[in-house]
């Protein structure tokens, strides 16, 4: 017998996830550990008696680096840059993203002024090397390096995205000077071959800080899981989508800045292939935000224009690695409903959390939640919230709305049913966002709703948004995220800036030339492996246009015919997203290579239930669902027979969620357990 | 009937809308100056011209979508607006800014019904005139400075007017670049139009019409109560503008602040006569830049709509400097417009700390490096705005290298593209450390330096720095800031220091410097947090010597604080003053 283990470390939870060769599943799960991450994963390990002799591979995901960054608790770095821009990192792109505020603060550089020193050396725009790096400059700042007790260097050149030889000569020099003590190097050009010297920049610093940290991390997990016997491959999370082996982790840790949500999108991705859906949204729904992504063809998504802490109207720091583009706003079952000064109704962002939590859980919280609202309309069971665990008090729910309700002069029913909405309309406003306004319809996609409150907000999205289908995973809410860290693939990205217009006589042979860079730049991660896959991309533009269109590339030697498609595909894109097509050129940013080995997923096997419905009905409820009180049947999730339609309206429970079928809809089991939600 | 909260949803959409249009417009534009100033705005006005809602990538278009909307209902005549109509109006006396800044109004219907207007102002790379890039520091007539659109029709029921999109294309140096601009900034304005239409359709006619009168007197309402909460009473402050652009004549500027429960008023009546040359503020400009304060000062996070506005009251001597009559020119009209904001910031600074302050460079520092490119024989120009250093303020020391107060969203373009887009080498791009920066308890921050060094045959630069004569304004016993200049070295010339020049002509080898201001020191600078003073000598921003002379703090050479000496020191110091 052999496992496939997935660990994945959440804010609150250490979650397990495995699968044996004939596709038993196991989990378990504790509480996160934050002194100590290693600490859950072997408690962990060890609640789910697995034997880590017969782990054959172990897939990992972790908040370590988010963590250690947003803490400032990563190492102390020092940086290199060329001589006549040190202060980068200060000046930023001098924006003021908060353009009302007259006392707007930029984001604090993460490293001071005093450890950034520049080297007279240069490399042109062509790739040209103007200056060289000279030894003597090197063990000059390697003084200062160590004078300053620097345990990790970034190293950040102009225009190393052409060339990177400067960039390379200076770490071999610097390793060369610094043998023998633990200090880290990392530049830009083994991160990113974008171009952009400040997002380079603060990409290969924020990669220098949590490297230290890392490298640690990893030998002390490897460590400890090989004294336990456990000798299979090790792989961790990448915000790619993807998972990649631990030295390239080691390497470029920044790369696995944003896995936390990722997975909950891979599973969204792996569950529609088992259905045969093209297109779908995954819409995670927790208590204090909700989270979204848009897969269209069952082709995940990235983007490199991220950006650690950003927000409305902050900038935030540029991470150039992709990372699969989820968006997310500040609405969740813990959302509190509010009055603004003028009088409108709003709800979030902020959030009652865990701790007091809603006015039902009676722990003290004293303001009207979304989680509240649904009560007092009757959609959340007073006594099986969490399976029972907390008992909800409605009447405390009810006390907490009346100012609302008072405010507006209607029942407190009404005021219920509006903070719903309202909220509701946040989550549709995030949706319309990756959808509509990307040219997308919404009315093609199906909407996966996973987490606490997912499947609830789902009911009123697919409303607005006219979504035709609805799913609800088989796996609980709290084990979807570690089911997508098991069934990810190996993925690693390459891209490469390469300015030049589709009308120049060698834009084939630039393409094709760098495809083959790109090539043998992943050779050596894939000559030993079998199952593996390439997808290309290029993102266009109008000649003059500054931002991009990404679009598919067939294959990566490409003939007259290609570049025709590819150009359609481009115009295509372009009308769809914006409305109008121009009479230029068309012209080349950067070549993508996404590398993805796959990995052996296990099979999942229909499981079809028999019986009869009406003994799935455990009660009947009073609920509201728009005009007055309507008694509705409410069933217990794991009773109901499979492919037995259920009529709308309804409430579907389980321990961990709750599912609403809304008038206009109805809803099954499928054979393999998921919930499908469909309009009559 | 429609209950409040389907209104307050329907508000929400209407703001998202503008946004759409906003996001839309950016993505696609092939001027850099709106893909990286955004340099523009995309809104949603009422059936009269009233704003609704406003997506803005820069402050200072805060008064000018509503009064070009409200501009072209009057030239065209409330019977001749058809579904599908575009028009396209410029004019900087009635209703707008420089020439390069283009309106475009869009009629939104709903079978019959005129629902609202959405329009978008934004700036095109070239509009014709007489220097490439069309704004220019040496005009003395509107003529010289482009096309100018009096409020005519460029598309009608949905068809383009031929002979008008002829003429721009004939009468610009960059035809490919404005009309791939008109493009996208039409497509744009029909995302608005689309959603708005869509809500329409959804919730009916009737309801947007009441969403967008409750979201306006909302607007109103949330401003009387901030309003309530600023010092009440007359403030004011004057200033001088460096020059009138031609001559080296300085040009007076002064603002009477009047607050009071229900009335915000801007009187900048006193302020001097209409420049001969291009630094003119049109009536609009003026407005937009006292907006933009008032909208700091007051609710700087909320959706912008016409409540807002309805408490105050701008006033502007027509003929004077903030009310030009034709045929001023105004191209470089930001120059005196961050002035009207300026004023007022400093007429109110000392009352609400919390919210402002000191001084900052001011000036958008514009600088347009352009020519044929040596590589491929086609027309380039970089256009640029430059970040500065800006003031100190209670509790915290200014900002180093951000785009001034008429900027925003402004992104200055990264070294590595424009060495690709330009035939320019980048030799250095660093804080100003030399000029310094205004000292006080809570310093200013550092301008930048800048060096271009021309690699192709032949080119010329125009630019246009303010606040070089006159630096930013210290406050509460903090020292004043430093000036804005650019510096061009030519091989076998003497250097040439400067803030204004047009279409100077350089070759091969030759080099711009480009260096902005420190900003305006806050408070006593013998006050300074000693700890602080050390960080500034370990980072390299000021010498033990400086240290010691402007702060008062003595340094040991292993770089710590001799709190004794400094304490003698700075009693004498403080005494002594």
Redesign the interface.
């Known amino acids: 017998m052999a496992y496939r283990v997935a660990i994945d470390i959440g804010g609150a939870f250490t979650d397990l996830f495995a699968i044996d060769n004939e596709g038993n599943t196991f989990w378990s799960k504790v509480l996160t550990t934050p002194h100590d991450l290693i600490e859950g994963v072997l408690e962990v390990f060890k609640n789910s008696k697995i034997d880590p002799q017969k782990t054959s591979q172990i897939l990992h995901g972790q908040t370590l680096v988010i963590n250690a960054i947003i803490q400032r608790k990563g190492a102390k770095v020092g940086l290199i840059t060329t001589k006549g821009f040190k202060d980068l990192l200060i000046i930023q792109r001098a924006n003021r993203r908060d353009i009302f505020n007259l006392k707007y603060k930029k984001p604090e550089p993460l490293i001071p002024r005093y450890r950034i020193w520049e080297v007279d050396e240069r490399t042109d725009a062509e790739g040209r090397i103007i200056r060289h790096v000279k030894k003597e400059d090197v063990k000059a700042i390697c003084d200062n390096i160590i004078r300053e007790g620097v345990d990790s260097v970034a190293i950040c050149f102009i225009n190393s995205y052409v060339n990177a030889y400067n960039e390379k000569e200076i770490k071999n020099i610097l390793q060369e000077v610094i043998n023998g003590t633990k200090i880290k190097i990392s530049i830009s050009s083994e991160i990113t071959k974008q171009w952009g010297e400040y997002e380079r920049t603060s990409t290969v610093v924020l990669n220098a800080i949590v490297m230290p940290l890392m490298s640690n991390y990893i030998s002390r997990l490897k460590y400890m899981m090989n004294e336990l016997g456990f000798s299979g491959s090790f792989l961790m999370m990448l915000s790619n989508g993807g998972v990649a082996k631990l030295d390239y982790v080691e390497h470029v840790p920044i790369a696995t800045i944003e896995s936390g949500p990722v997975a909950g999108v891979i599973a969204g991705v792996e569950l529609a292939k088992l259905l045969d859906e093209k297109n779908v949204i995954v819409l995670d729904g927790g208590s204090t935000t909700t989270k979204a992504s848009l897969i269209e063809n069952l082709k995940i998504r990235t983007t490199t224009n991220y950006s650690i802490e950003r927000s409305e109207f902050f900038p935030g720091y540029p991470v150039k690695v992709p990372v699969v583009d989820i968006v997310e706003i500040g609405n969740g079952g813990g959302s509190i409903a509010w009055i603004d000064e003028v009088g409108s109704l709003r709800v979030g962002p902020v959030s009652a959390g865990a701790d007091p939590g809603p006015a039902c859980y009676n722990r003290g919280g004293d303001k009207p939640t979304l989680t509240d609202a649904y009560l007092i309309l009757g959609y959340l069971n007073p006594n099986y919230f969490l399976g029972g665990k907390i008992k909800l008090n409605a009447e405390l729910s009810r006390n907490v709305t009346k100012y609302i309700a008072d405010f507006y002069n209607v029942s407190i029913e009404e005021a219920a049913l509006a903070i719903v909405k309202i909220a509701n309309d946040n989550a549709a406003q995030l949706l319309r966002l990756i959808s509509v306004q990307r040219g997308f319809d919404p009315r093609d996609f199906t909407l996966i709703a996973h987490g606490g409150s997912g499947p609830m907000l789902s009911a009123f999205i697919a409303e607005e948004l006219e979504i035709p289908k609805i799913l609800i995973p088989f796996i609980p809410p709290g084990n979807f995220s570690a089911w997508g860290l098991l069934m990810s693939d190996l993925r690693y990205d390459f891209s490469k800036t390469n300015i030049k217009r589709f009308d120049e006589k060698d834009i084939i042979d630039t393409i094709n030339k760098g495809y083959q860079e790109l090539l043998s730049e992943a050779k050596q991660l894939y000559m030993d492996e079998t199952n593996i896959d390439f997808d290309y991309s290029m993102d266009l533009r109008y000649y003059g246009q500054e931002h991009t269109v990404r679009v598919e590339v067939m294959k990566e030697n490409i003939d007259d015919d290609e570049l025709l498609q590819i150009e359609k595909r481009f115009k295509d894109r372009h009308l769809k997203e914006y409305g109008f097509n121009l009479d230029s050129p068309i012209e080349l940013v950067n070549l993508n290579m996404t590398l993805i080995i796959k990995s052996n997923k296990p099979q999942i096997k229909p499981v079809i239930k028999n019986g009869n419905l009406d003994k799935a009905i455990k009660e009947q409820r009073n609920v509201y669902w728009g005009k007055d009180f309507y008694l509705t049947n409410i069933y217990q999730r794991e009773s109901i027979p499979s492919l037995k339609e259920i009529e709308g309206p309804a409430i579907i429970e389980e321990p961990t969620t709750t599912i609403l079928i809304r008038e206009e809809y109805k809803g099954y089991v499928d054979k393999f357990g998921n919930f499908v939600i469909k309009r009559k | 009937m429609i ?4 209104l ?2 329907i ?3 209407l703001i ?1 809308a503008a946004e ?1 249009s906003f ?2 417009f ?7 100056v709106i ?2 100033v955004l340099d523009y705005a995309a809104g949603i006005t009422d059936y009269k011209g009233r704003l609704v809602a406003q997506a ?4 200072g278009f805060l008064g000018t979508l509503d009064l070009a909307v409200q501009e072209c209902i009057k030239k065209i005549g409330e019977d001749r607006i058809y579904p599908n109509d575009i028009y396209i109006i410029n004019v900087p006396y009635t209703s707008g800014t420089h020439l390069n800044d283009v309106t475009l109004v869009m009629p939104i219907f709903v079978e019959k019904t005129l629902v609202g207007f959405s329009s978008i102002k934004g700036h095109w790379s070239e509009v014709g005139g007489m220097h490439f890039g069309s704004w220019t520091s040496d005009s003395t007539e509107i003529y010289q400075e482009g096309l100018i659109f009096p409020g005519i029709k460029l598309f009608e029921r949905g068809k383009p007017n031929k002979a008008l999109i002829e003429l721009i294309k004939a009468n610009v140096r960059t035809p ?2 404005t009309m ?1 601009d008109m ?2 900034h ?2 744009a304005l ?2 608005a139009s689309r959603r708005v239409v869509e809500l329409c359709k959804k919730y009916g006619v009737n309801a947007i019409l009441d969403s967008i009168e409750r979201l306006m007197s ?2 109103e ?2 401003i009387r ?1 901030k309003l309530k909460e600023l010092p009440h009473g007359t403030f004011y402050a004057e200033d001088m503008i460096d020059d009138d652009g031609i001559s080296d004549n300085p040009i007076d500027v002064k603002a009477k602040i009047e607050i009071s429960d229900d009335k915000f008023v801007v009187d900048l009546t006193e302020s001097g006569d209409q420049a001969k040359g291009s630094i003119n503020s049109p009536l609009c400009a003026t407005i937009s830049a006292a907006r ?2 008032f ?3 007051t609710d ?2 909320g959706p912008a709509n016409d409540g807002n506005f309805r408490v105050m009251d701008v006033k502007a001597r027509p003929g004077s400097i903030f009310n030009p009559l034709p045929p001023a020119p105004t191209s470089t009209y930001w120059e005196s417009m961050a002035f009207v904001t300026d004023l007022v ?1 400093k007429a109110l600074a000392p009352y609400i700390p ?4 000191a001084g900052h460079f001011l000036s958008v520092c514009a600088t347009i490096v352009g020519g044929i490119d040596d590589r491929n024989k086609l027309p380039f120009a970089i256009v640029e705005p430059q ?1 500065g250093g ?1 003031g100190g ?1 209670l509790g ?1 020391d200014g ?5 001034c ?1 008429g ?6 373009m ?4 424009i ?2 887009r330009y035939p320019i ?7 100003n450390i030399n000029d310094g920066c205004g000292k006080g308890e809570y310093r200013g921050g550092f301008g ?1 330096v800048k ?1 271009y060094r021309i690699n192709n045959s032949n080119a010329i630069f125009t630019a246009s720095f303010g606040r070089s004569k006159y630096p930013c304004w210290g406050m509460d016993s903090g020292s004043n800031g430093t000036p804005n200049y650019f510096i061009i070295y030519q091989k076998g010339k003497e250097p040439l220091k400067a803030r204004k020049v047009a279409a100077f002509p350089l070759s091969k080898g030759d080099l711009i410097r480009i260096v902005t201001g420190g900003g305006g020191g806050y408070g006593n600078p013998y006050k300074r947090d000693p700890e602080r003073v050390l ?1 500034d000598v ?4 000021i010498s033990k010597e400086q240290a010691l002379k402007d702060y008062g703090v003595v340094i040991t050479n292993d770089l710590k604080v001799d709190y004794e000496q400094t304490k003698k020191i700075r009693e004498k110091l403080l005494n002594g003053i």
């Open positions: 209950d409040d909260f389907t307050d949803i508000e929400n959409s998202a759409e996001i839309s950016g993505r696609t534009s092939k001027s850099p893909y990286e803005n990538g820069v402050p490919d670049m791939g493009e996208a039409a497509a029909r995302v909302k607007g309402k949330l109560l933009t304060i909208k700091a000062i700087p996070h910031w919390d919210k402002l302050s970040p800006w303020a915290k900002e180093s290298a951000l785009v107060s900027d925003g969203e402004t992104y200055i990264s070294n590595e593209v060495e690709v080498i980048v030799d250095q791009y660093t804080l930048i060096d960080s370990i980072d390299g921003y």
